[in-house]
């Protein structure tokens, strides 16, 4: 099992930003791909972002495109979610996750939640309009 810790969210104003950060501990990440993604109750998880670790590469979906930026910190073993602009529809919980078995983030529809291993607890962010 790899504990990832999610922090960061909270509640802001439409327009407003937040970082997202995602703690894995017991392991280094140099070489995995690090995963985000939100789910609204009723809703599927949706994938936002993906980083690969070992060559820097990143993938972004349409929700985050132009808005988030995903980052990452070897030596903190943390990858952070860096949200700008943000709107009430962006509320939703957010978790990050970890691909062990190295199902890449290049597609262009990655991250795809069932190439994912170890999950957070997830952090709750809420945009108020």
């Known amino acids: 099992e790899v504990p990832l810790v999610e922090s960061g969210g909270g509640l802001v104003q439409t327009g407003g930003s937040l970082r997202l950060s995602c703690e894995a501990s017991?392991?280094?990440?140099?070489?995995?791909?690090i995963g985000w993604f939100r789910q609204t109750p009723g809703k599927d998880r949706e994938g936002l972002s993906c980083?690969?670790?070992?060559?820097?590469?990143?993938m972004y979906q349409t929700p985050a495109k132009g808005r988030f930026t995903i980052s990452g910190d070897k030596s903190k073993t943390t990858v952070y979610l860096q949200m700008n602009n943000l709107k009430p529809e962006d509320s939703a919980v957010y978790y990050c996750?970890?691909?062990?078995?190295?199902?890449?983030?290049?597609?262009?529809?990655?991250?795809?939640?069932?190439?994912?291993?170890?999950w957070g607890q997830g952090t709750q962010v809420t945009v108020s309009s």
């Open positions: 980083i690969n670790m070992g060559d820097g590469k990143t």
């Open positions: 017991g392991i280094t990440i140099d070489d995995y791909i």
């Open positions: 996750a970890v691909d062990l078995k190295g199902y890449g983030c290049y597609r262009r529809d990655q991250p795809r939640y069932y190439e994912f291993d170890y």
